[in-house]
């Protein structure tokens, strides 16, 4: 079956289990071992997330060097409290670094944190750390997820400074859409905080715990989506500002002044971008701020998106231009490279000899007048050839149609310019399979980004979608039945197999079925140019992956990072 895994445990944040709205502890990253049994026994509970009633139980008693179902070798403790513990692994199978939490099977919160496990590893969202495996075994419940050696944590970018405007906006971008479509899918984080949020080596947002790590600790919340979009705005408040958007210092950063309530972030530091500065006000507008321009409040992550689409797009900053050293003389100076240096308190000079004029001896006379012969030679040669071509007629055939001239020096009229086709709209195309294959991000298929991808879920066992279908795709509506002379696709990953599928030049609608187009061109690589033997003439075209490449994690995913159409 289809291997939709995304999410892990952020369980290193080891802050108290208050909303982000109150008070917020201390998040670690997931390479510093750190036990906080005592902070969070003694964190009051508020707005009733940790459910009440639950005693203190003890974490299972393991050790550095136990393994796991013969294959998850633990290498160190991250986190131990609360009945619970988080393990730096490794997966000796397939020979990688993944992270592993534990907790007795008889815990009190052991069957809500596998079946959040569970429900976020069909996500299939790369946007979310993964979930590798979720398991009951020998009086233990362990889930494994992967491990991001490479990878920067939020709390980490925050001690350096205030992010740029253009980090900023990416930052609350990336997060909004990613928790948007966890949200479609039912499943909510709870716990989004600095520690929760990575940032890749390529500049993109990954966010770990989701749903997992509120069931290890027993929360819930009446409004999910208004405390993840809350979370949100407070990220993006400490990205503006470097200051925690409450009265409580937490996550290495200082809180507000108390008693002054939620102020503005431009009005915390000076140069904020506008903006920004109202889009985090409107994401924390329940917790007493007010948006700017009477604009209404952000209570969702989808309605957070739509506001970030809605700003103009921040550019990031042109780099700065540094000038070259100034150029320094050397000692190997023409006139000085070579002769003896003169030595002061000498008495004499010697001369330095001049060199004979060139080509003055007998031997350089007559090669003098060698080479004046064979230019007279060859430019009497040279003469006579043009002349000769200028008298004679040409007398090959001339090919009508191709080589003729059109009176008056107009140019062919049957080559015709090659020009791009822009793609008016896109959307996945899965009707071999569950219909749905990540429709959130088909606009970075051709967006002009290079660095921007859509992706395939990811499938397990085999390249040709682990067997469960032929294919899957995206499909291109042009506006207009026009004339498809090329189909530029560019992979990332690795090489991929693709069909071009144009339907009929009569199609009435966007056609739902693979039989209503007809395969024009197939091709594999990262850069794979699909033309057409004849000029096709069509409003859908479908760019259809038929062989995946496969990950690092083992799986196989297709990812697009650019789709062009010319004619």
Same mark, same amino acid.
């Given at each position: 079956?289809?291997?939709?895994?995304?999410?892990?445990?952020?369980?290193?944040?080891?802050?108290?289990?208050?909303?982000?709205?109150?008070?917020?502890?201390?998040?670690?990253?997931?390479?510093?071992?750190?036990?906080?049994?005592?902070?969070?026994?003694?964190?009051?509970?508020?707005?009733?997330?940790?459910?009440?009633?639950?005693?203190?139980?003890?974490?299972?008693?393991?050790?550095?060097?136990?393994?796991?179902?013969?294959?998850?070798?633990?290498?160190?403790?991250?986190?131990?409290?609360?009945?619970?513990?988080?393990?730096?692994?490794?997966?000796?199978?397939?020979?990688? !670094?993944? &992270?592993?939490? *534990?907790?007795? #099977?008889?815990?009190? %919160?052991?069957?809500?944190?596998?079946? @959040?496990?569970?429900? $976020?590893?069909?996500?299939?969202?790369?946007?979310?750390?993964?979930?590798?495996?979720?398991?009951?075994?020998?009086?233990?419940?362990?889930?494994?997820?992967?491990?991001?050696?490479?990878?920067?944590?939020?709390?980490?970018?925050?001690?350096?400074?205030?992010?740029?405007?253009?980090?900023?906006?990416?930052?609350?971008?990336?997060?909004?859409?990613?928790?948007?479509?966890?949200?479609?899918?039912?499943?909510?984080?709870?716990?989004?905080?600095?520690?929760?949020?990575?940032?890749?080596?390529?500049?993109?947002?990954?966010?770990?715990?989701?749903?997992?790590?509120?069931?290890?600790?027993?929360?819930?919340?009446?409004?999910?989506?208004?405390?993840?979009?809350? !979370?949100? &705005?407070?990220? *993006?408040?400490? #990205?503006?500002?470097? %200051?925690?958007?409450?009265?409580?210092? @937490?996550?290495?950063? $200082?809180?507000?002044?108390?008693?002054?309530?939620?102020?503005?972030?431009?009005?915390?530091?000076?140069?904020?971008?506008?903006?920004?500065?109202?889009?985090?006000?409107?994401?924390?507008?329940?917790?007493?701020?007010?948006?700017?321009?009477?604009?209404?409040?952000?209570?969702?992550?989808?309605?957070?998106?739509?506001?970030?689409?809605?700003?103009?797009?921040?550019?990031?900053?042109?780099?700065?231009?540094?000038?070259?050293?100034?150029?320094?003389?050397?000692?190997?100076?023409?006139?000085?490279?070579?002769?003896?240096?003169?030595?002061?308190?000498?008495?004499?000079?010697?001369?330095?000899?001049?060199?004979?004029?060139?080509?003055?001896?007998?031997?350089?006379?007559?090669?003098?007048?060698?080479?004046?012969?064979?230019?007279?030679?060859?430019?009497?040669?040279?003469?006579?050839?043009?002349?000769?071509?200028?008298?004679?007629?040409?007398?090959?055939?001339?090919?009508?149609?191709?080589?003729?001239?059109?009176?008056?020096?107009?140019?062919?009229?049957?080559?015709?310019?090659?020009?791009?086709?822009?793609?008016?709209?896109?959307?996945?195309?899965?009707?071999?399979?569950?219909?749905?294959?990540?429709?959130?991000?088909?606009?970075?298929?051709?967006?002009?980004?290079?660095?921007?991808?859509?992706?395939?879920?990811?499938?397990?066992?085999?390249?040709?979608?682990?067997?469960?279908?032929?294919?899957?795709?995206?499909?291109?509506?042009?506006?207009?039945?026009?004339?498809?002379?090329?189909?530029?696709?560019?992979?990332?990953?690795?090489?991929?197999?693709?069909?071009?599928?144009?339907?009929?030049?009569?199609?009435?609608?966007?056609?739902?079925?693979?039989?209503?187009?007809?395969?024009?061109?197939?091709?594999?690589?990262?850069?794979?140019?699909?033309?057409?033997?004849?000029?096709?003439?069509?409003?859908?075209?479908?760019?259809?992956?038929?062989?995946?490449?496969?990950?690092?994690?083992?799986?196989?995913?297709?990812?697009?990072?650019?789709?062009?159409?010319?004619?």
């Amino acid at each position: 079956m289809a291997e939709r895994s995304t999410a892990a445990v952020d369980v290193a944040d080891n802050s108290g289990d208050d909303p982000l709205t109150a008070q917020a502890g201390k998040a670690t990253t997931d390479g510093a071992a750190e036990s906080q049994d005592s902070a969070e026994k003694t964190a009051p509970d508020t707005n009733g997330e940790r459910q009440g009633g639950e005693t203190a139980i003890a974490t299972p008693e393991l050790h550095s060097g136990h393994k796991l179902a013969r294959r998850y070798r633990l290498e160190e403790c991250v986190t131990r409290l609360d009945g619970f513990s988080s393990w730096r692994a490794v997966d000796e199978k397939l020979r990688r !670094a993944v &992270g592993v939490h *534990l907790l007795p #099977a008889d815990h009190p %919160r052991a069957r809500s944190v596998l079946a @959040a496990a569970r429900s $976020s590893a069909l996500l299939g969202d790369p946007r979310f750390v993964q979930v590798l495996d979720a398991v009951e075994e020998n009086d233990l419940v362990y889930v494994v997820h992967e491990w991001l050696p490479d990878a920067t944590e939020l709390t980490a970018l925050l001690a350096m400074g205030p992010m740029e405007p253009h980090d900023a906006y990416q930052l609350v971008d990336q997060l909004s859409q990613a928790m948007a479509a966890a949200h479609r899918e039912g499943l909510a984080h709870l716990r989004l905080t600095p520690g929760a949020v990575l940032r890749s080596s390529t500049g993109q947002y990954r966010i770990r715990g989701l749903a997992v790590n509120a069931a290890l600790r027993g929360i819930t919340a009446d409004g999910p989506q208004r405390t993840d979009t809350e !979370a949100i &705005g407070a990220l *993006l408040y400490a #990205a503006l500002t470097q %200051r925690w958007p409450y009265e409580n210092d @937490a996550y290495g950063l $200082s809180g507000l002044p108390k008693g002054v309530g939620l102020i503005a972030p431009d009005q915390v530091r000076a140069g904020v971008h506008r903006g920004l500065s109202e889009l985090a006000m409107r994401a924390l507008v329940n917790d007493g701020a007010t948006a700017s321009r009477q604009e209404p409040p952000c209570t969702t992550p989808e309605e957070l998106a739509k506001a970030v689409a809605a700003m103009p797009r921040i550019r990031p900053p042109e780099p700065s231009f540094t000038s070259p050293p100034d150029y320094q003389r050397t000692t190997y100076q023409q006139g000085t490279y070579g002769r003896p240096a003169h030595r002061p308190g000498s008495a004499t000079t010697q001369a330095v000899p001049t060199p004979p004029a060139p080509l003055q001896s007998r031997t350089g006379r007559v090669l003098k007048w060698a080479v004046a012969s064979l230019l007279i030679a060859a430019l009497g040669l040279g003469s006579w050839q043009i002349a000769d071509k200028l008298i004679k007629p040409d007398n090959k055939p001339v090919d009508p149609g191709t080589t003729q001239s059109n009176p008056g020096g107009e140019k062919n009229p049957d080559v015709k310019p090659v020009k791009p086709i822009p793609i008016v709209a896109a959307r996945d195309f899965d009707p071999l399979g569950d219909q749905s294959e990540k429709p959130d991000g088909i606009r970075n298929s051709y967006d002009g980004n290079p660095s921007t991808f859509w992706n395939t879920d990811g499938y397990i066992r085999s390249s040709d979608f682990g067997g469960l279908k032929s294919g899957v795709g995206i499909m291109l509506d042009l506006g207009q039945v026009q004339q498809v002379g090329s189909v530029n696709v560019s992979f990332l990953g690795g090489d991929t197999s693709v069909e071009l599928r144009a339907a009929s030049e009569s199609a009435p609608a966007q056609p739902t079925t693979l039989d209503a187009f007809t395969k024009v061109a197939q091709g594999t690589g990262t850069n794979v140019s699909l033309k057409p033997k004849k000029p096709v003439q069509s409003r859908y075209v479908l760019v259809w992956l038929t062989n995946l490449p496969q990950t690092s994690e083992g799986n196989f995913r297709g990812k697009i990072s650019e789709i062009k159409i010319t004619s």
